[in-house]
């Protein structure tokens, strides 16, 4: 996925590179072959960048995969993945280790929290209207996702709508934290 656009670009980049620093040396055909040989190089380094890249990818997806499959519930088990990914594997795993189910009257503010926050992420706060009341998911003990979808203008005055997600957790002394605040590009 990355190859097909990482290598053009890094390819056209090094070359432009070597050539506005070298371009002296360039002056005759055994230059050239030095140049062709240099520029052989660096699309092998290149692509060794993007395969790690990509092996890197690969495996935080296993992490993800892992941390999440105990989860019964497949909406939920989405949602799972959802937050790992955002927040990463290893700020992901460490969520549920202090994290409690909060009281249901807790967990019922959550929503409203969520909504007090989205307005201040998006281009006209004072437009913003919520379309529907959010749903609220427990993922695993502790840890929420507050989603829905809010109505809001963009910079040109049209009125959009966008998917909001609020990630949070419930911590015995602390009380309710919010791990962060995702909003969809409209047309999405």
Do not use: W
Not at 10 to 34: K, Q, R, V
Not at 173 to 182: N, P
Request: glycine share 4%.
């Amino acid at each position: 996925m990355y190859r097909r656009i990482l290598l053009p670009v890094l390819l056209f980049l090094t070359a432009i590179n070597t050539i506005n620093s070298n371009f002296p040396a360039f002056a005759d055909s055994s230059d050239i072959d030095s140049l062709i040989k240099y520029l052989d190089s660096q699309i092998q380094d290149t692509q060794n960048q993007i395969q790690k890249i990509e092996d890197d990818d690969n495996l935080m997806n296993e992490q993800i995969d892992y941390i999440c499959k105990p989860i019964k519930e497949e909406s939920s088990r989405d949602e799972c993945k959802l937050v790992a990914m955002y927040l990463g594997p290893e700020n992901f795993s460490k969520l549920g280790h202090n994290a409690v189910s909060a009281s249901p009257k807790v967990v019922s503010n959550l929503g409203r929290s969520c909504q007090k926050i989205v307005p201040n992420r998006l281009k006209a706060p004072a437009s913003t209207r919520f379309s529907d009341s959010p749903d609220i998911n427990e993922i695993f003990s502790g840890v929420y996702v507050i989603y829905g979808n809010v109505d809001s203008q963009n910079s040109y005055g049209a009125l959009l709508r966008a998917s909001y997600f609020c990630y949070m957790r419930n911590l015995p002394k602390k009380g309710i934290e919010l791990l962060g605040v995702e909003i969809s590009e409209p047309g999405r």
